[in-house]
């Protein structure tokens, strides 16, 4: 009975000194150690936000061995300034990954030899996550902000009964969909003005949302608020085809006119 090809490779390719030689080289660009007074660190391949490596350090007993993140996910969400959104996650996290969290580290107390890869896995994936929801907090939170900052900008230029904020817009689809504000100017269509971020599934989804209430019969004006334009690269293209599309700074002369176009 002949060999599959492909597994014939595959048994000779692991057999290879050469091969492994790479592999393992492989390895080692991926995951470094290095080792000093008290303890050891391990470079993991994982990443957090900002681009940084996740480390783990492991310190050593008698018979058993320490592992933590050492706070570095802490650090890490307190220099993107989301410090105060890394405890309740993180908290929650370690509850569910069985290890224990003092509110700024990660740690397993106690691992035996043969718990410790795994050891070292799951508090590298739960500083990174913890890092990671801290992050997502804290743009959702920006984002909030920058919607009250519209709306207080809108009351300026405009009446403040005539604009509404955080407003559910039914589309052609009979889907809702929620819209920052909205400015009701008298003898003209509503304008719709809605935030949009420059990452591709705001971009994807206030385009959708635009595109849904275009057609309404006597569809509101849409005009999409982004921070910088040419930040959207190609983006701006595709938002464009469903609403005018100006800057946060936009002066405010320039934003009545858009409301009393339509």
């Not at 050469?18 to 592999?23: L, Q, R, S, T």
């Not at 801290?134 to 920006?142: F, G, Q, R, V």
């Not at 705001?202 to 057609?215: E, H, R």
């Amino acid at each position: 009975m002949g060999t599959n090809p492909s597994l014939r490779w595959f048994m000779s390719a692991i057999t290879n000194p050469k091969f492994n030689a790479i592999v393992d080289e492989v390895a080692r660009e991926i995951v470094a150690t290095e080792h000093r007074v008290g303890g050891s660190f391990i470079r993991t391949p994982l990443m957090y936000p900002s681009g940084s490596t996740v480390v783990v350090r492991i310190e050593e007993g008698e018979d058993r061995f320490f592992v933590s993140d050492m706070g570095f996910g802490y650090q890490e969400a307190e220099m993107m300034g989301a410090g105060l959104m890394y405890a309740k996650p993180a908290g929650i996290i370690a509850e569910a990954a069985g290890v224990r969290f003092d509110n700024q580290a990660f740690f397993v107390l106690e691992a035996s030899r043969e718990q410790l890869a795994g050891a070292v896995v799951t508090i590298a994936n739960c500083s990174q996550e913890a890092t990671i929801r801290a992050s997502d907090a804290l743009a959702e939170k920006t984002f909030e902000d920058k919607k009250v900052r519209l709306y207080e900008k809108l009351v300026k230029v405009f009446e403040p009964k005539i604009v509404s904020k955080n407003v559910e817009v039914v589309g052609a689809s009979t889907q809702k969909w929620r819209v920052a504000a909205i400015v009701s100017v008298p003898h003209h269509r509503p304008t719709i003005f809605e935030l949009v971020t420059k990452h591709p599934n705001s971009v994807a989804n206030a385009t959708m949302k635009f595109g849904d209430i275009a057609l309404l019969k006597d569809a509101p004006h849409r005009v999409a608020v982004v921070q910088n334009r040419a930040e959207l690269g190609s983006l701006l293209t595709v938002l464009s085809r469903s609403a005018d599309v100006i800057e946060d700074d936009t002066p405010s002369e320039k934003i009545r006119r858009l409301a009393e176009a339509a």
